[in-house]
């Protein structure tokens, strides 16, 4: 996405790589800077929980999803979230090989239990849907 590989590898988000506004060639007058770093994608697949830790600016950490069967679900009409079990990858947009891989992104549409949400209309309601 944002990332590029320079020819002394490693994955940068700067522009020094692009050309100018003009169409010239852009001189790299120094070197990558750490806050410049670029990682690889998780590529977070459905599956039984799997995450790896990630080492951020001031030693802080985030956890990078590997594979993830549950998440967190909104119904904004209703203004609440439950956290739901995912049952399938079922379209996306960029790519009909993310869904055959069952790769989980932004803007995939997914089925899920909604068992968690039905209860909480129930008891809020009390209609069974």
């Keep these: 996405s944002f990332c590029t590989l320079l020819p002394s590898m490693g994955i940068v988000r700067s522009r020094l790589h692009k050309r100018k506004v003009t169409g010239g060639k ?3 007058h120094r070197k990558k800077r750490k806050h410049e770093l670029g990682r ?4 977070t697949r459905l599956g039984a929980r799997r995450v ?3 080492r ?5 950490h985030k956890v990078r999803g590997l594979r993830l069967d549950t998440g967190n679900f909104s ?3 209703e203004s609440v979230a439950q956290r739901a079990r995912i049952l399938d990858v079922m379209y996306n947009a960029t790519s009909n090989e993310l869904v055959r891989t069952k790769t989980l ?3 995939a549409v997914i089925l899920i239990d909604a068992t968690p949400l039905k209860q ?7 209609v069974v849907l």
């Design 56 to 60: 951020t600016r001031g030693g802080n």
């Design 75 to 77: 119904w904004p009409t």
């Design 120 to 126: 909480w209309y129930y008891k809020r309601y009390g």
């Design 105 to 107: 992104v932004k803007g």
């Design 26 to 28: 852009r001189k790299i």
């Design 40 to 43: 690889l994608p998780g590529n």
């Design 52 to 54: 790896s830790s990630v």
